[in-house]
């Protein structure tokens, strides 16, 4: 089997830029770590559950969709194609992987679109299985596990007690990224580790259960009522895509970006006449569960959370969807509607 | 938790016992966090706590639609957040009568008082609040680089920024309704999550915060990406400081420092 | 695949003010092969984005029939940053498009039936397209009723084909306009749309009502209309939610599990009773 040091996951790193890829792994920055794109000199942190998501590689936070020139009064469409590089995520945990299913399906469901499958199709997921969850994850009351390798193309699993990766290439792009790193790989034998006890927070059978008929609830008052809209839960999400449209422009030119946007906020749905349909914070975040645990699961026949737990990890109000699906969870036992 | 926790809790049953607020908006424990507690009734006091670790600035809900159709409401605040207060009423966002305060700070619970009391409490005990000597030393280093090291500086700081706005959402000063990087008509800023855009965006957001912010460090802690937004912050306040001889949210009655004009300002920025 | 957010160029035709801040272009294709593709895709009461680059664009109707090959019109009303820039635009310059989006009225479901239409203000122009579709296929369709209301007279859009409509022997067109609104020689009603509707009694026998207006008249409206006897899911409306792709991605249509720009924006009113009101 083919192994890597612990140490030289950086190295790893190196070795894909070289060939190529543009690489997205956990990267110190400051006392933190993010998901962004490795350069010589960055540390790479396998310990830790980055602050962000890996989305932003596939379906970018500000994206040009459109080019124009002006002359005049006039103008011209200038065609523009994705700029999707090869890119790989680089030891990203299987809840981020798991997140490119409501990605694809989303993106593909009848209009296919273009950006994000350019980048997709570009794009090679190697993921990390976790040997340790902190109190926020919860991948396993959705459906997840701790060492699944859905929509990995290969897999890191740490192993002799940490001292190195086993690395499983399970396509083949994951093939190439095996071949890719050759020099820094060894071909050896390791035991793995075994994957983290991931302990159940909520059952989300009973709460998209109790959601079908929650609409109406007021329960969604009294849950949200520490939101403060501010998004933060939506951007750094795996599986939240909602995007707004915008045009820019200098005298001579203009594009048209797709920027991240998020159905807490208040402007999200306002009409242009002063209608607002979800004019409190209760109404946006019923959406927010709803989107996840009900519309989502309808349409696509999957949840639209995968309990990476990001949201309760950085929401300072305590407003996290595992929290607040197991209040839901509770209201449903108790027979509150 | 601050050693007299229950008066807090006592006072917070009394103004709702005696009809004086409907909610009291204060913090409570769940786990290792801290986080909002919205009291109604007099029975659900014993979750309020209080220690070091309740960092949000809990006057930015003053602002939220469902939590302004409670007034009047009592809050829970620390130095920091008796400032915001105080910045809120000079700009009339919120008046006397229709916000109680419950003055803490690390040592424990001062008291109920109103803006007034809490103006006279601010300016008495805690007229000078040291900055963080550790972001002034960084301050110092910033301001010892040359124009292009200090704009890479802050290019690179700015980089991860999504523009999720967070920063903004958690700060009680920023209450306005289309705030000037959703007026597009025309359009001020550059909405893309890139370099320009958002350089743009932090000049922007620090200007507006000129003479307004009261350092309680709420939007760096939103901040889901990490970005050192106090850094801005200490610098304009020390700037304005400086300028205009003015310290935010301790009066009450204050003019706008870049809204008015002064006979005996410095006028340093205009050479 | 190709790019979904490339608009095409329309050339503005025509235009022309219909009432105040309301303006109709008739737009001509630039290029063939989106016309071809459009008219392929294209039925009554889909949509589309209209854009002016720099501005950026908006969501509304196509408010001709695809019996009219030569040309697309939209009508629409100046309320904000697009819809200004845009009817800044004059006949000769150009626009974006790009569309057809959405699901359409089914009207080949209703051949041999009677349909009435009831239309408020500004809600005109996608019954319009309808109207005209089925006047285009007149024999095709029993009795044809028209009930368009506005605020004042002023207000009234498309006043030549009201014209024309009031001529056809085998259309009746019942015009009104609120108290207040009328001019010295208007000859229409005078009173509010469910007022007239009710006053006039379309019988429900074998019809169809199609039903678009300010939110206000769809309220009132409706329950007339069930007093009559016409059943839910002969009712038909359309959904008039923020939208930003047109093509079931944005998220930012949703009412419950549907997104409007996909599943409506055409909707019977039983169909929207079972949707979420608060999403509304
Ligand atoms: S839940 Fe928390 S992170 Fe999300 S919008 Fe509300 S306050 Fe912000
Ligand atoms: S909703 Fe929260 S836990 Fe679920 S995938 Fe999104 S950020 Fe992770
Ligand atoms: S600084 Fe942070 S909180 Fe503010 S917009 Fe940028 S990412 Fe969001
Ligand atoms: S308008 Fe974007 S999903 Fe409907």
């Known amino acids: 089997m083919k192994t890597l040091e612990a140490t030289k996951l950086a190295d790893l790193a190196a070795a894909l830029t070289a060939a190529g890829y543009r690489v997205i792994a956990p990267c110190q920055r400051g006392d933190q770590v993010h998901l962004e794109c490795y350069q010589a000199g960055k540390t790479l942190r396998a310990d830790v559950i980055p602050v962000n998501s890996a989305k932003d590689a596939l379906f970018p936070r500000s994206e040009v969709i459109g080019r124009y020139r002006f002359e005049g009064n006039e103008f011209e469409t200038v065609p523009v194609a994705p700029q999707a590089g090869k890119t790989v995520l680089l030891a990203v945990r299987p809840c981020d992987a798991a997140a490119l299913a409501p990605l694809d399906a989303v993106f593909n469901w009848d209009y296919k679109d273009e950006f994000y499958n350019a980048h997709r199709d570009a794009t090679t997921v190697v993921a990390l299985a976790c040997t340790a969850a902190d109190d926020q994850c919860f991948c396993t009351s959705v459906g997840g596990s701790p060492d699944s390798t859905a929509n990995a193309d290969a897999v890191l699993r740490p192993a002799d007690g940490g001292k190195r990766f086993i690395l499983e290439s399970l396509t083949d792009k994951g093939q190439a990224i095996a071949a890719a790193g050759q020099a820094v790989l060894t071909e050896g034998q390791a035991q793995a580790d075994p994957p983290a006890q991931v302990a159940p927070a909520f059952d989300s059978a009973a709460v998209t259960a109790w959601a079908k008929d929650g609409f109406d609830s007021p329960l969604w008052k009294e849950l949200s009522l520490a939101c403060m809209g501010c998004g933060a839960c939506a951007y750094t999400c795996p599986t939240c895509h909602c995007f707004d449209i915008q045009d820019e422009a200098t005298r001579r030119e203009g594009v048209r970006l797709r920027n991240w946007d998020a159905c807490g906020f208040g402007l999200f749905t306002k009409h242009a006449g002063g209608h607002n349909p979800r004019h409190d914070q209760a109404s946006r975040w019923r959406q927010r569960v709803m989107h996840k645990f009900a519309y989502f699961p309808e349409r696509f026949e999957m949840l639209a959370c995968t309990g990476c737990g990001r949201c309760g990890r950085l929401c300072g109000n305590g407003m996290s969807i595992r929290e607040v699906c197991s209040q839901i969870e509770q209201a449903a036992q108790a027979g509150v509607k | ?271 | 695949m190709s790019n979904l957010y490339q608009p095409t160029v329309m050339r503005i035709a025509s235009a022309r003010d219909e009432a105040p801040e309301i303006r109709t272009f008739r737009l001509e294709f630039t290029d063939d092969q989106y016309k071809q593709d459009f008219y392929k895709k294209y039925r009554v009461g889909m949509f589309g984005l209209y854009g002016l680059p720099g501005a950026g664009e908006s969501t509304f109707c196509v408010a001709s029939p695809p019996t009219r090959t030569d040309y697309i019109e939209c009508t629409f009303r100046r309320t904000g940053r697009v819809t200004a820039a845009l009817q800044d635009r004059e006949a000769g310059q150009t626009i974006t498009f790009r569309g057809p989006y959405g699901n359409s009225f089914p009207i080949d479901q209703w051949k041999g039936r009677n349909i009435i239409f009831i239309a408020g203000g500004i809600a005109l122009p996608p019954v319009r397209s309808v109207i005209w579709n089925v006047l285009d296929r007149r024999s095709e369709f029993g009795k044809v009723t028209i009930v368009y209301g506005a605020r004042t007279v002023a207000d009234l859009v498309y006043k030549d084909e009201l014209a024309q409509w009031e001529a056809m022997d085998d259309v009746e067109l019942i015009t009104t306009v609120d108290p207040g609104g009328e001019t010295a020689d208007w000859k229409g009603k005078i009173g509010f749309v469910p007022t007239v509707v009710k006053d006039s009694a379309p019988s429900p026998e074998d019809c169809v009502a199609v039903v678009c207006g300010p939110p206000i008249m769809i309220k009132f409206t409706l329950p007339v209309l069930t007093d009559l006897g016409f059943a839910a899911g002969d009712i038909f409306t359309t959904l008039e939610n923020r939208m930003k792709c047109g093509i079931g991605k944005c998220g930012r249509c949703n009412v419950g599990s549907l997104y409007v720009c996909k599943d409506g924006p055409v909707f019977t009113v039983e169909q929207v009773g079972k949707m979420p009101q608060g999403d509304l």
Request: proline share 4%; charged share 20%.
């Open chain 2, 1 to 271: 938790m601050v050693a007299n926790i229950n008066e807090i809790q006592s006072a917070a049953a009394a103004l709702l016992n005696e009809g004086k607020v409907k909610l009291v908006l204060g913090y409570r424990v769940r786990g290792n966090d801290r986080v909002p507690a919205f009291v109604t009734q007099a029975d659900q006091v014993g979750c309020l706590a209080y220690d070091s670790a309740c960092t949000q600035n809990l006057a930015a809900y003053l602002r939220k639609g469902e939590v302004r159709s409670r007034m009047p409401l009592a809050v829970v605040a620390r130095p920091e957040v008796m400032r915001s207060l105080m910045l809120l009423t000079a700009e009339s966002q919120i008046a006397e009568g229709q916000v109680t305060v419950l003055a803490v700070d690390e040592q424990g619970f001062h008291g109920v008082l109103d803006l007034a009391g809490t103006a006279k409490l601010l300016n008495e005990q805690y007229a000078r609040i040291a900055p963080d000597s550790s972001l002034m030393e960084q301050l110092a280093k910033i301001e010892a680089m040359t124009p292009q090291e200090r704009s890479a500086f802050w290019s690179e700081q700015f980089e991860p920024c999504t523009r999720c706005y967070a920063c903004r959402a958690a700060c009680p000063g920023c209450f306005c309704e289309r705030c000037i990087v959703e007026m597009n008509t025309p359009q001020w800023i550059s909405t893309a999550a890139e370099s320009h855009g958002n350089f743009a965006w932090h000049m922007i957001r620090a200007f507006h915060q000129a003479g307004r912010c009261v350092e309680c460090g709420a939007c760096q802690d939103a901040c889901p990406q990490g970005i050192p937004l106090m850094l801005l912050n200490h610098f304009i306040a020390r700037e304005v400081e400086r300028e205009f001889d003015a310290r935010n949210g301790y009066d009450p009655q204050a003019e706008p420092v870049i809204g008015s004009w002064k006979q005996d300002d410095k006028q340093e920025y205009i050479r």
